[in-house]
């Protein structure tokens, strides 16, 4: 079978593109090395949908950031997936340094974003009174928002799947070449697959197969950033995103609410060359939480639930690559997507869905599903609508998930959806199991004894999050009937 498009790449960005492509009459596939959507960079970020002010104007970021966020509120509408605009501050701490959150007001401006304003020392503190004393003025942007990365991009796969595209996991492309005939092969430890049109959405991994198909070659650098994530007791401590002044290397150590009530601090910007090493270092943390109360006072870390890292793809240029090489026609690269990719990725699936049904001369589908239902969270219900609910379905008064309040009928709700989950952490990324104070201390046997029993496999081959994370090694004795 020769495919019209396959997408190398389930995270944020790769299912942004196949949902654009969903509307249309084709073949389309999405192949991803992780055992899920979702398994790299697009799981490990800052959760914030940026306004756009700090891209360079005219750049790919500054036009992909600011359509995106003008997109995202129908995305979110549409697909059911947690998104809040509560507007982000970018703190000044140094009076000699308050023309810089002017520059930032004027490029925002030349990039058209709205709702941008500059507050005075008085104004930031009595809208975040746990903002530092030494605080001079801030340059607020009502637009930016905070939204939960694995809903939205589980959400646009499962979607596109919805609308016919298909996605083979644990397959990860090894060597790229285009033939004689003018189509695209990719090679993979589970066989040959055949296409008009490659899409390059591998995240840290997408300059090795840019370089493979192109001699403009470009460079990748993996960014970790640390996190730490507090306690959703704490949830009120900010109510806005608190920038620090951005730096060469980012956005800097920000401090904000999370769409489910948490608050989250970080990341760090360390260089490194491992393209795996995800792996939290105790400098990181220590940088963090230093660099996070230089604009904020008593920053309550002793409150801290988990650390994690994750990796953004930093192109040599600091600029989205989108679209084909001149010498790689059919090659479509989304390369370099850090910051604000998150943000970015519904305009990118857009712009890059887009170029290809141009190429492709590609017809709408008369019968598009235009929306798309989460897992049912129970506690959105009124008493009367969750009783009736428990009445019809046993399992949704079954509590798995203390600290969250998962219920069994929503962890089989995100087993059974399309691209349903096969291991723990793709059970925690749909419904939050796990991710609550204990951190799965207590519901992690429970939900692989319904991964268990839902999946039909014995509990030796339940993992962690896909490959040799297996959680039970073998039986320590046998039971004889």
């Known amino acids: 079978m020769i495919y019209d498009v396959i997408i190398i790449g389930a995270g944020v960005t790769g299912s942004a593109v196949a949902r654009e492509l969903s509307r249309y009459r084709a073949n389309v596939l999405v192949m991803d090395k992780g055992e899920d959507v979702c398994t790299g960079t697009s799981k490990a970020n800052s959760a914030i949908v940026h306004a756009g002010y700090d891209c360079v104007p005219g750049s790919l970021m500054a036009k992909m950031n600011v359509r995106g966020n003008e997109l995202m509120g129908d995305l979110a509408r ?12 970018v703190v000044c701490i140094h009076k000699e340094e308050l023309g810089g959150l002017e ?17 005075n020392r008085e104004e930031c503190l009595s809208v975040e009174p746990n903002l530092s004393e030494n605080v001079e003025g801030a340059l607020y942007a009502e637009t930016a928002g905070i939204v939960c990365p694995f809903k939205l991009t589980i959400a646009m796969a499962e979607h596109a799947n919805q609308n016919g595209v298909d996605f083979v996991f644990n397959t990860e492309a090894e060597k790229l070449w285009r033939d004689e005939e003018g189509i695209w092969n990719i090679q993979t430890a589970n066989g040959r697959y055949r296409t008009r049109i490659v899409v ?28 730490c994530l507090l306690d959703r007791n704490v949830g009120d401590f900010v109510k806005h995103t608190i920038f620090p002044q951005p730096t060469k290397l ?3 150590i920000l401090v904000a609410p999370t769409i489910h009530g948490n608050v ?16 939290t270092t105790q400098e990181g943390i220590d940088e963090l939480i230093s660099k996070a109360e230089m ?17 953004r793809a930093h ?3 600091h600029e989205f690559i989108l679209g084909e090489p001149e010498d790689a026609p059919g090659f479509m690269d989304c390369a370099g997507i850090e910051s604000p990719g998150l943000t970015s990725s519904p305009a990118i699936g857009e712009y890059i869905g887009g170029l290809i049904r141009d190429r492709l001369t590609l017809e709408k589908k008369e019968h ?3 929306t798309r239902r989460d897992v049912l969270d129970p506690q959105t219900l009124s008493v009367e609508e969750r009783n009736e609910l428990i009445r019809k379905n046993p399992a949704y008064g079954q509590i798995i998930c203390r600290c969250e309040t998962v219920t069994e009928g929503e962890i089989l709700d995100a087993i059974h959806r399309p691209l349903g989950a096969r291991s723990l952490d793709g059970v925690k990324r749909r419904t939050r199991a796990g991710m609550g104070r204990c951190q799965a201390g207590f519901c992690s046997p429970r939900v692989m004894e319904i991964l268990v029993r839902e999946l039909g496999l014995p509990m030796e081959k339940i993992t962690k999050s896909g490959g040799n994370s297996r959680i039970v090694l073998g039986r320590s004795k046998e039971v004889k009937e």
């Open 368 to 370: 598009w599903i235009a």
């Open 295 to 311: 604009h904020v006072r008593h920053l309550p870390i002793r409150q801290v639930i988990t650390s994690f890292a994750g990796l």
């Open 315 to 317: 192109e040599d240029h």
């Open 200 to 227: 390059n959405a591998a995240g840290v991994y997408a300059d090795v197969f840019h370089n493979m198909v192109s001699e403009s070659k470009i460079h990748i650098t993996p960014r970790r950033g640390d996190y």
């Open 103 to 119: 520059e930032l007001y004027e490029r925002g401006k030349k990039n058209g974003v709205p709702g941008l304003r500059l507050l």
């Open 250 to 252: 980012g956005k800097g």
């Open 78 to 89: 549409d697909l059911e997936i947690p998104f809040k605009r509560n507007g982000s501050m």
């Open 264 to 279: 989250i601090v970080g990341p760090t910007a360390i260089d490194i060359e491992d393209k795996e090493a995800v792996a």
